[in-house]
């Protein structure tokens, strides 16, 4: 449960190793490395080396930025015509695993080097790809365009060489995913730039900060309002807007009833959704009357969340028992103390399948069809009947337990013999599933 945790440990770059002494330490860096055989630049405040050093960078015409927060930030190149540079791609791995179905807001901001003196050149492309495994296991080569980036950028020129420029998005996860790559992911071809001059050779370089990738997960799936007392809870994050369900349009919201609530956030286009159940307390019932099927287990379940006590000593949410009896459940959470009391009855919960050993089709209304007979007190939830002959071939195979075989394959009478059936049906009992399986003989006459 978490409004705004960034999955990226080191995303403003302000946790070093060292002081960068010369380009190409991206390493120094706690958690980032090259995602390629480019070699990304970190800059800070602390260093000597007056190419690296914020905010005045000798590089080797004098540039001049402050990071967006902080004292450090990195650069990438990320485009060039006829220039040796390779394009660079920043990489780090996210603190968790990405969720599957999980919406992920993600932004990182960019800004253009600019030098005076220099051949200028701005680009319109960049942005960021989540993948499993690091880069150089996926077998990319040089500049990586053959990974699709699932966050890019959708303005025009980057050229604010003043500002810094937010290229920010959603993105819904596969699933464990736990690698971010960050750098222009189209070859120079598929780039669009503009420059300052017309001489050649010329390229763009960026500045990074603030990396960030966010679950909106503010809520617990239940909230406990104790003996109706009345809970608020903060769903705030970062600069998004927000619209409770309540019709509330503030970060902060105080939950006074029973029910199912959600809040929506808007931020930068995307839509993010949290949502809990509210129950009080109060209205829990603190006695329950099970039933059980003799010669089967059943699962206890807490009814409420906090530390868990029953009576065996068991100190799990859940407590499997296969014995009929009375079991008590003591919890213990912010709230109070609690008791609960749980009455387990045995009970005779035999679903019996019935198939006939031999039929004769012969059209006289008489067992001109066989299929299973049941003696459940309990519906049957699932059926596979199926029929073979004795070389093990299926002639007949249904879900349906109103259908039964006719003694025909495709439309053709089948032979007088010996057939084997294997029967395969479930129901349930207090939410159990039990399933049986059958195997016999029958005969067909005619």
């Known amino acids: 449960m978490h409004a705004q945790i960034n999955l990226v440990s080191n995303g403003s770059f302000e946790e070093i190793s060292d002081c960068p002494s010369d380009g190409g330490q991206i390493n120094k860096a706690n958690g980032w490395f090259s995602g390629s055989n480019g070699t990304p630049d970190l800059y800070n405040e602390c260093a000597t080396n007056p190419s690296v050093l914020i905010p005045n960078i000798f590089q080797p015409f004098i540039s001049y930025q402050y990071a967006k927060t902080g004292k450090s930030f990195i650069g990438i190149i990320c485009f060039g015509i006829l220039t040796s540079d390779p394009f660079e791609y920043p990489e780090t791995k996210l603190k968790t695993k990405l969720k599957s179905n999980c919406i992920y807001y993600t932004r990182f901001y960019v800004n253009p080097r600019y030098v005076n003196g220099w051949n200028n050149c701005f680009i319109n492309q960049v942005g960021l790809a989540f993948t499993e495994k690091k880069v150089d296991e996926q077998n990319t080569i040089f500049n990586i365009t053959n990974i699709n980036p699932q966050i890019n950028y959708a303005g025009s020129f980057i050229d604010d060489t003043l500002g810094w420029t937010k290229v920010s998005g959603c993105y819904k996860a596969v699933g464990n995913e736990q690698y971010i790559t960050i750098g222009n992911f189209k070859n120079s071809l598929n780039t669009g730039y503009k420059k300052e001059s017309s001489s050649y050779p010329f390229s763009s370089y960026l500045f990074i900060d603030d990396v960030g990738v966010y679950e909106f997960d503010p809520l617990p799936d239940t909230i406990y309002l104790c003996n109706g007392i009345a809970k608020t809870f903060n769903a705030h994050f970062l600069d998004a807007k927000y619209n409770w369900s309540t019709g509330n349009t503030d970060s902060v919201e105080t939950f006074t009833q029973e029910g199912k609530y959600f809040v929506n956030v808007t931020i930068d286009g995307c839509i993010l959704s949290d949502s809990t159940i509210v129950i009080d307390t109060k209205n829990i019932p603190t006695n329950y009357t099970k039933k059980m099927c003799k010669r089967k287990s059943i699962k206890l379940e807490s009814p409420i969340t906090g530390d868990y006590l029953w009576n065996d000593g068991t100190t799990t949410k859940n407590l499997m028992v296969n014995k009929a009896g009375v079991y008590t459940l003591q919890v ?36 001109d069809e066989i299929k299973p007979l049941f003696n459940c007190g309990f519906p049957i939830e699932e059926m596979q009947y199926i029929i073979m002959n004795r070389f093990g071939n299926t002639v007949f195979k249904t879900d349906n337990t109103v259908f039964g075989w006719d003694g025909k394959y495709k ?11 294997l029967l395969t049906y479930s129901y349930r009992v207090n939410g159990q599933k039990i399933s049986t399986t059958q195997k016999g003989d029958i005969t067909l006459i005619r």
């Open 332 to 367: 213990n959470n912010s709230c109070s103390n609690f008791t609960y009391t749980f009455n387990i009855e045995e009970e005779e919960c035999s679903c019996i399948g019935f198939v006939p050993t031999a039929f004769s089709p012969n059209n006289d209304g008489l067992n």
């Open 411 to 421: 439309s053709v009478e089948c032979e007088i013999g010996n057939y084997v059936y």
